[in-house]
């Protein structure tokens, strides 16, 4: 029971760096479709900085920068140039994964997967699964508890309101999204440097995809995304569990899927975004 309880923390972190990173970018009024794109750069800059440097440490750091960028990217498409920001988000993942794909011959000298690089260690997956949780609650503290965290939810709700009362729903929603794409970009260092300790192709194998499954599922709050993230995860940890029992391993590969597939079925109807969620603003002149 204790290796099922840890295999699945451990199963689950990426999908709380991403779910939390897609929390803070929603309830700012950016709908962040590029999660996935953002888990996939995050883990292949990582692994590219560390091969290059000998640090893991970099590597990580590097991975989050790289996340941030592409978060900046999208906050300044939504706000700066009102791109609908489905696709923005689409287009973040197709660049994102296909440029990691792609920079896997120019920096490894081969398709499929990068060479083995230095990284976190067991030390460092410990503490960036105790990271992961601790984020959850921090992220809630400072979105109901903290001036920065009431402008960024009104924001998201009414960002005419917010902008009469002297907020700027542009920049909130810039960096609000930065941040956002920093967090989602953990989730991949976790992957390819705590977890593994490589970088390999399509690795992000839809997480992104089940992290918005656990924003909506946890009603856009983060120790709700949180436990939808550890609830998704118990299912790909379940994977390992039911190895021997001759079920199909297709099946097994498909938990998670499913579940978040049956989850949002079954309950995103009774939830209720931000009000401003994914749509545009224009500042009051």
């Not at 295999?7 to 709908?31: C, H, M, N």
């Not at 560390?50 to 300044?76: H, M, N, R």
């Not at 794409?181 to 977890?195: H, K, N, R, T, W």
Request: glycine share 14%; proline share 3%.
């Amino acid at each position: 029971m204790f290796s099922f309880l840890w295999l699945t923390l451990i199963k689950s972190a990426p999908l709380v760096y991403a779910a939390l990173g897609g929390v803070l970018s929603e309830r700012s009024g950016v709908l962040n479709i590029g999660l996935e794109g953002m888990i996939a750069i995050g883990a292949f800059s990582g692994v590219s900085i560390s091969f290059a440097t000998g640090s893991a440490l970099l590597g990580a750091i590097g991975g989050v920068a790289s996340g941030a960028l592409l978060g900046a990217i999208l906050g300044i498409a939504a706000t700066r140039f009102r791109v609908e920001q489905i696709v923005a988000g689409t287009g973040i993942n197709l660049i994102a994964l296909g440029g990691a794909a792609y920079g896997l011959v120019i920096v490894f000298g081969q398709p499929g997967a990068s060479k083995e690089v230095n990284a976190l260690g067991r030390t460092g997956e410990v503490v960036m699964v105790c990271l992961a949780l601790a984020l959850a609650g921090l992220l809630h503290v400072f979105l109901y508890r903290t001036r920065a965290g009431l402008h960024v939810r009104a924001c998201g709700e009414n960002p005419r309101a917010a902008d009469v009362a002297g907020i700027d729903p542009l920049r909130v929603r810039f960096w609000a999204t930065t941040a956002g794409g920093a967090l989602a970009a953990l989730g991949g260092v976790f992957l390819a440097m705590a977890e593994l300790d490589l970088y390999s192709d399509g690795m992000s194998a839809g997480r992104g995809f089940i992290a918005l499954a656990a924003i909506i599922f946890g009603r856009w709050n983060p120790l709700g995304a949180a436990a939808a993230a550890l609830f998704f995860g118990a299912f790909e940890a379940l994977q390992f569990t039911l190895q021997r029992t001759g079920i199909p391993v297709e099946f097994m590969q498909a938990l998670p899927y499913l579940a978040a597939l049956v989850a949002l079925a079954g309950f995103a109807g009774r939830t209720r975004a931000p009000a401003a969620d994914g749509i545009p603003y224009t500042r009051v002149e």
